[in-house]
């Protein structure tokens, strides 16, 4: 089955830096990665995604790019502050009937005042 | 629309009791998962149904688990008997199709004394 790692474990950026948060897949038939964001006590939430057929997609601050030759998948988030701070999790998904995702283990970033 | 609904949003129990969670998904939308989440292993995919059939439940821990969807707009995640090492907090996700947005629900969070 996929196998989505996500690295590094923990980021600490300062206000107004950008912040760049990978991700590897195993599996070269997935097509499907979305990004979602837990802030402490909430529930996750997607914030962007992509699909196999474009390398990158962009929405305000936030962008994500995807290498299918490389197998990763990269978000980046320009201008952080301090609402940035939170837990992302990557996943990975391949299209089709009964798919589901399979979740990285998240990133805790944290961005300093 | 109200989201993903989850009930109760906290539960305390003692080990041995039989514990049931509630979930009603976002309305028309076909798909529906349960995930755990803790600390140690992240958030873990537990079972997820489309069109209320259970499609994949090889991440329900051990038989002591159990998941219905007796219809489009409820499901219930059953332990029984609960035990310490269950205590974490319950997602419910829906989403309109596979692969496709999940939203979650608050979750649910469990202490088993």
């Known amino acids: 089955g996929e196998n989505v790692e996500q690295h590094p474990s923990t980021l600490s950026v300062q206000e107004g830096d950008s912040a760049v948060i990978k991700c590897t897949y195993s599996d070269s038939a997935s097509n499907y990665f979305p990004w979602y964001k837990q802030e402490l006590g909430k529930r996750p939430q997607l914030i962007i995604d992509?699909?196999?057929?474009?390398g990158e997609k962009k929405d305000q601050r936030i962008a994500v790019t995807l290498n299918k030759t490389a197998k990763h998948f990269s978000l980046h988030i320009t201008e952080t502050q301090p609402e940035d701070s939170a837990v992302y999790f990557c996943?990975?998904?391949?299209?089709?009937?009964?798919?589901?995702?399979?979740f990285g283990k998240g990133i805790t970033l944290s961005v300093r005042p | 629309d109200a989201g993903v609904i989850q009930s109760p949003r906290h539960e305390v129990t003692e080990m041995g009791q039989e514990v049931t969670l509630r979930c009603k998904p976002i309305s028309g939308h076909n798909s529906l998962f349960w995930y755990r989440q803790t600390m140690m292993r992240g958030l873990e995919l537990l079972i997820y149904?489309?069109?209320?059939?259970?499609?994949?439940d090889s991440g329900m821990p051990e038989d002591r688990f159990s998941a219905k969807m007796p219809n489009a707009s409820f499901s219930t995640l059953k332990i029984q008997p609960s035990e310490p090492r269950d205590s974490a907090v319950y997602f419910c996700?829906?989403?309109?199709?596979?692969?496709?947005?999940?939203?979650f629900g608050p979750g649910t969070r469990l202490t088993v004394l």
């Open positions: 149904f489309n069109n209320n059939v259970p499609i994949d």
């Open positions: 992509i699909r196999s057929n474009v």
């Open positions: 996943a990975a998904s391949i299209s089709g009937a009964n798919s589901k995702l399979t």
């Open positions: 996700a829906s989403s309109l199709g596979l692969p496709d947005t999940q939203y």
